[in-house]
T-cell receptor, first 116, second 111 residues
C-alpha cells in the first residue's frame, strides 16, 4: 500500500519492560512525526524528523522516550521502563515537506500500547 | 500555553440532520485544520483554512476561519452514517510543523 504503516497494531506489555514501535512513512516524504493520543484526548506532539536535520524532540515527555529515523525513512519510537501512564495510541504521520500551509500530514493507523 | 477548546464534546444526531461544531483558542492562529478520525484509524485531513473569514467547503462539509482568528467552525449538512467518528481541530504553534489539537467532537448517529 501507499499509506503510512505502523507496527505492531497492538502491544500489551508489563510495567518496567521496554517497547519499540515502528513507522514506515510514505515513500518520498521527508518529514515524519510521532504523536501520542490518550483516551478521549487530542493528539500530543512527541517528536519531528525532517530530512537529515537534527530532530525536534521537544515533545518527548521524559528521557524514557527516544526515537530514531534510519536512512531518512523508517522510524522507531522506543519507550524504556514502561509505566502505566504510557498506555495510549501512538500515531505516526509523514508529509512531503514540513510547511503546514502547503502540505498535509498523512497518518498511520497507530499502535495501541497497553501497560499492565 | 496555547490550548484549543472544542465543543460540543459529543453529539447524538439523527441521520439527515445538520451538524455544527466549533473550536476556540485564547490566542491567534494563522491556520486552522479540521481532521476526522474513524475508529482504529489515524486522523484524515478534511479542510484547511489559511485566512481570517475564509469559508471553505469539501462536499457536505463547510468550515470557516473566524474573523478574530481565535475560532473556527465546522458544519456538516444532511449527515449520513459514515459521518460517525471524532472530529478534531488543530493549528500550528511556534514552528510551522508542530500542531496542537483540540480534544475532539465525537459524532454519533442515532439508529
Amino acid at each position: 500500500g501507499a499509506g503510512v504503516s505502523q507496527s505492531p497494531s497492538n502491544k500489551v506489555t508489563e510495567k518496567g519492560k521496554d517497547v519499540e514501535l515502528r513507522c514506515d512513512p510514505i515513500s518520498g516524504h521527508t518529514a515524519l512525526y510521532w504523536y501520542r493520543q490518550s483516551l478521549g484526548q487530542g493528539l500530543e506532539f512527541l517528536i519531528y524528523f525532517q530530512g537529515n536535520s537534527a530532530p525536534d524532540k521537544s515533545g518527548l515527555p521524559s528521557d524514557r522516550f527516544s526515537a530514531e529515523r534510519t536512512g531518512g525513512s523508517v522510524s522507531t519510537l522506543t519507550i524504556q521502563r514502561t509505566q502505566q501512564e504510557d498506555s495510549a495510541v501512538y500515531l505516526c504521520a509523514s508529509s512531503l515537506v514540513s510547511y503546514i500551509s502547503t502540505d498535509t500530514q498523512y497518518f498511520g493507523p497507530g499502535t495501541r500500547l497497553t501497560v499492565l | 500555553g496555547q490550548q484549543l477548546n472544542q465543543s460540543p464534546q459529543s453529539m447524538f444526531i439523527q441521520e439527515g440532520e445538520d451538524v455544527s461544531m466549533n473550536c476556540t483558542s485564547s490566542s491567534i492562529f494563522n491556520t486552522w485544520l479540521w481532521y476526522k478520525q474513524d475508529p482504529g484509524e489515524g486522523p484524515v485531513l478534511l479542510i484547511a483554512l489559511y485566512k481570517a473569514g475564509e469559508l471553505t467547503s469539501n462536499g457536505r462539509l463547510t468550515a470557516q476561519f473566524g474573523i478574530t482568528r481565535k475560532d473556527s467552525f465546522l458544519n456538516i449538512s444532511a449527515s449520513i452514517p459514515s459521518d460517525v467518528g471524532i472530529y478534531f481541530c488543530a493549528g500550528p504553534v511556534d514552528s510551522n510543523y508542530q500542531l496542537i489539537w483540540g480534544a475532539g467532537t465525537k459524532l454519533i448517529i442515532k439508529p
